[in-house]
């Protein structure tokens, strides 16, 4: 029986986690319990399967538009959008998980 494919996400992801695991916890918002459980997952980087990695995919491609909001990445008060958007691992999550997709299809 073959074994199943899994990838380890990189070191900046895990950063990225913890930092939006930081924000939320500052600043209260940001990130639903899903997020706050895939932060956890890429902080331990824990190897993730392929419906992870579709699951990484679509949310990036649904909250790309977030980065055009107000107060993105503002150091004093960042949107719920840029805090949500570490969780996941951030713009290097982002082109680990295309890039993973892609290799995937």
């Known amino acids: 029986m073959p074994k199943p494919i899994r990838f380890v996400p990189t070191a900046k992801m895990a950063e990225n986690a913890a930092r939006g695991l930081e924000l939320r916890a500052k600043h209260g918002r940001g990130g639903t319990h899903v997020g706050a459980a895939r932060a956890e997952q890429l902080i331990a980087r824990e190897p993730l399967e392929p419906k992870d990695i579709k699951s990484m995919y679509s949310y990036f491609a649904r909250h ?29 999550g982002k082109a680990w998980a295309d890039a993973k997709r892609t290799m995937l299809e």
């Open 64 to 92: 790309a538009v977030d980065k055009q909001g107000r107060f993105w990445a503002d150091p004093a008060r960042p949107s719920a959008g840029y805090i949500a958007w570490l969780l996941w691992g951030g713009d290097e």
